[in-house]
């Protein structure tokens, strides 16, 4: 399967349902692999949330937290999975009936969930890499990631400035599928 081809908005097709049927599908898939490694991610092993020395994400909700503040990886993760979910299961958000107009601030909405969700790659590849190949989740992995990388850049989802934290490793990704299509 081309998954430069799989993001591209079919003919016809309305952006902000294909954005809310992707957002939805990557929570969905992101959670589960982060549920992977969730049992080497404890507070102790990663007492920030970070992807190495170069990259630490704060959270900040506007409400408990108003606030950047620094957390343990595994209780941002738990903060941030709660915080979307609380957002897609919001009917005037992610309307589940086609007669319902998806709100103005809709696409901001997504584009602020798909970064944070691009946080999760970060700490995962860069601090639990070991666990996604001793499971041998890591092909899922890249193949979601993929998919995640082509889907957000395709659309202009997530910023250059985020998407750099992964700089290196989507580069040597995507030049081995590319590798392998010329084979």
């Known amino acids: 399967m081309d998954l430069k081809l799989a993001v591209k908005l079919p003919p016809n097709e309305s952006f902000d349902d294909w954005l809310a049927v992707h957002t939805v599908d990557f929570f969905n898939r992101i959670n589960l692999l982060y549920g992977t490694i969730s049992d080497?991610?404890?507070t102790k092993s990663c007492p920030t949330m970070s992807g190495g020395p170069r990259y630490e994400y704060l959270w900040q909700d506007g409400?408990?937290?108003k606030k950047p503040t620094p957390l343990p990886a595994p209780q941002y993760m738990s903060l941030l999975m709660e915080w979307i979910e609380v957002r897609i299961?919001?009917?005037?958000?992610?309307?589940?009936?086609i007669t319902m107009p998806f709100p103005n601030d809709f696409r901001q909405t997504c584009t602020k969930i798909l970064s944070r969700l691009f946080r999760i790659f970060v700490h995962v590849y860069i601090h639990h890499f070991d666990k996604l190949v001793q499971?041998?989740?890591?092909?899922?992995?890249?193949?979601l990631y993929k998919h995640f990388y082509f889907f957000v850049t395709e659309h202009g989802l997530v910023s250059q400035r985020e998407?750099?934290?992964?700089?290196?490793?989507?580069?040597?990704l995507i030049m081995n599928e590319d590798k392998v299509k010329l084979n």
């Open 40 to 42: 080497a991610c404890t």
């Open 63 to 65: 409400h408990k937290y």
């Open 89 to 97: 299961n919001d009917e005037n958000i992610f309307p589940s009936n």
């Open 135 to 143: 499971t041998g989740a890591e092909p899922h992995a890249n193949t």
């Open 163 to 172: 998407l750099a934290a992964l700089k290196e490793m989507t580069a040597r």
